[in-house]
């Protein structure tokens, strides 16, 4: 395991509460003012970016957010092997995401001295998570993709894939029931605002 240098402790300690303090914030206040913060602790931010309460994020170097993303309040995010959150993507509340496991090929050593098998994890653009998602070390979620509620994603998912479950397993395919907006029968449309007249 890697000592850390009494520098490097203060340092993590600081950005920690800077992250546990910020999210205690309601509301748009706090959804600016973690933006403004958190842009300069993560590792890269291609634009402006939503982090709803109480998220944490764990080695926030690590972390890549697309424009737009937005991130629902108690997620828990470990960015030590690197994770990378495509434009428009968003987390559910109370998503995990991991991206490392503890090593344990050891059987004399406690796992927790042990160190870590960093893994990348990449989710694409434009994907949604249900709450309480958690994605493993090492998977890839193609853009446009859906999961599911409370899945747990074991392996990649292909782009446009609705995947649900423990393990998470595709349902079905966004393409399949896709039709451009104007080839929709008027009757079947869903109701939206009308403009009334007065
Ligand atoms: C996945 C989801 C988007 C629905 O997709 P859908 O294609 O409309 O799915 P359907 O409702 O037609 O269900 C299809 C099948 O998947 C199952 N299923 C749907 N969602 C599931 C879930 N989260 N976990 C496990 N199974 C699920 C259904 O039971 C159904 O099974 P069956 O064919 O055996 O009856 C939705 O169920 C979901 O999980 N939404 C997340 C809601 C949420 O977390 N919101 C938080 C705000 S961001």
């Not at 653009?125 to 509620?149: F, M, Q």
């Amino acid at each position: 395991m890697n000592k850390l240098s009494l520098g490097e402790i203060l340092k993590w300690e600081f950005i920690r509460w800077i992250i546990i303090i910020s999210g205690i914030v309601p509301g748009v206040v706090g959804v600016g003012l973690r933006y403004i913060l958190l842009r300069f602790l993560i590792g890269n931010s291609k634009g402006f970016f939503r982090i709803f309460e109480r998220v944490i994020i764990e080695y926030p170097k690590g972390l890549n957010l697309g424009h737009n993303a937005g991130i629902n309040a108690y997620c828990w995010i470990n960015a030590r092997g690197g994770v990378s959150i495509g434009d428009d993507t968003i987390l559910g509340p109370y998503c995990v995401i991991h991206s490392a496991n503890h090593r344990m090929d050891q059987l004399d050593v406690p796992l927790q001295f042990q160190g870590h098998e960093p893994q990348e994890v990449h989710i694409g653009k434009n994907v949604w998570l249900g709450a309480r998602v958690t994605v493993l070390p090492g998977v890839s979620i193609g853009d446009n993709a859906v999961v599911g509620a409370g899945a747990v994603v074991t392996k990649d998912i292909c782009p446009y894939a609705v995947a649900v479950g423990n393990p998470a397993h595709v349902i079905r395919m966004r393409t399949e029931s896709f039709r451009p907006r104007n080839t929709v029968p008027r009757r079947n449309r869903v109701p939206g605002r009308r403009k009334t007249r007065s």
